[in-house]
């Protein structure tokens, strides 16, 4: 990368970092869909409830996969703006050039 083109923001870094963020939210998903799943079958076992280790069974495949989605769609919601941003630049000198 240039620095020039990153002084007179030439090129966008940010859909770049949507994307680190988005691995960030997967692997979080991942680890609290764990965390509960784990964690409520250990609580089931420390005090017997049965409530409490299907809250895990069911609760951390839940959250893997609304985190997952969540993580998704905010990512895609942000890379969408830039996207606009581009073709109407690209709209915007393309109308330049006409004239």
């Known amino acids: 990368m240039d620095f020039r083109s990153l002084f007179n923001f030439d ?3 940010t859909p770049t970092i949507i994307k680190i963020l988005y691995y960030i939210g997967l692997i979080s998903a991942v680890i609290g869909g764990i965390v509960v799943f784990f964690g409520g079958i250990i609580s089931a076992f420390g005090r017997g409830g049965f409530g409490a280790a299907m809250g895990g069974l069911l609760g951390g ?3 893997v ?3 997952v989605l969540m ?3 905010y990512a895609e919601l ?3 703006t830039f996207k ?3 073709h109407l630049s ?3 000198d393309m109308m330049a050039n006409n004239r």
Do not use: D, H, Q
């Open 78 to 80: 942000m890379i969408l």
């Open 11 to 13: 090129k966008m870094v």
């Open 71 to 73: 993580s998704r769609i």
């Open 65 to 67: 996969i609304l985190g």
């Open 90 to 92: 690209a709209i915007r």
């Open 61 to 63: 495949p839940l959250v």
């Open 84 to 86: 606009i941003y581009e």
